[in-house]
């Protein structure tokens, strides 16, 4: 007679901090061969408290989520909330195991992939727990660059060591950036006529 086998799912959930990359699961212990073994407890950080599942996010906001830990100290809560997480990649997977054996069955099935984007702390007298929240990669789509300017420090960023804008000072004209703009205007020397050269010192714009 055919018997089913049994398979026990476990939840992976895997943070590259800049302290360390804590990998946790959500009971007992799994080892992954090619990233590592994943603990319901780990003796440094602690253990999952909660967690609220990635929600759906509409208009100008990308999925997000958060979690939190509950670190064996509030020292180690303090080093977790560190200004530099933010950005630190995370992953969650599903995967599946024997029961029997807790043998990995399968390659995990990956379900999000996203970054920190802020980590508080609430301390009680002898607990604390550091609540992340997390939003998808897509969030990466929303930052907008605003300090890319007409200026020479926006160009030494850009092209270091380039000085096409060293000398550039008061500059009246607006440039367009990647299309063909107006015509400037004309010039004119001082004391002569004709046009003239946009490279002598007497040069002036109208």
């Known amino acids: ?33 090619s990233r590592g073994t994943f603990v319901s407890r780990d003796p440094a950080y602690g253990v999952l408290g909660s967690v ?3 929600g759906e996010s509409v208009g100008d906001e990308a999925p997000g989520g958060r979690f939190s830990l509950l670190p064996p100290s509030p020292a180690t809560a303090v080093s977790l909330a560190r200004a530099d997480a933010q950005g630190s990649p995370i992953r969650m997977w599903m995967a599946e195991a024997n029961p029997d054996t807790g043998a ?62 060293a000398y550039a000072t008061n500059v009246p004209l607006a440039v367009p950036w990647g299309i063909n703009g107006p015509a400037r205007g004309s010039t004119y020397y001082s004391g002569g006529g004709g046009g003239g050269s946009i490279f002598s010192p007497y040069v002036q714009q109208r």
């Open 52 to 54: 609220d599942p990635a």
């Open 104 to 165: 990995l069955i399968g390659a995990p099935e990956l379900l999000f992939v996203g970054m920190i984007d802020t980590v508080s702390i609430s301390l009680g007298r002898s607990a604390a727990e550091v609540t992340i929240e997390y939003v998808s990669e897509a969030e990466k789509l929303f930052m907008i660059n605003e300090g890319t300017v007409l200026s020479q420090a926006s160009h030494q960023r850009a092209w270091p060591g380039e000085l096409g804008l």
């Open 1 to 33: 007679m055919f018997e089913a086998s049994r398979v026990g799912l476990i939840a992976l959930l895997e943070i590259e901090h800049p302290v360390a990359t804590i990998r946790l699961c959500d009971g007992g212990f799994l080892n992954w061969p």
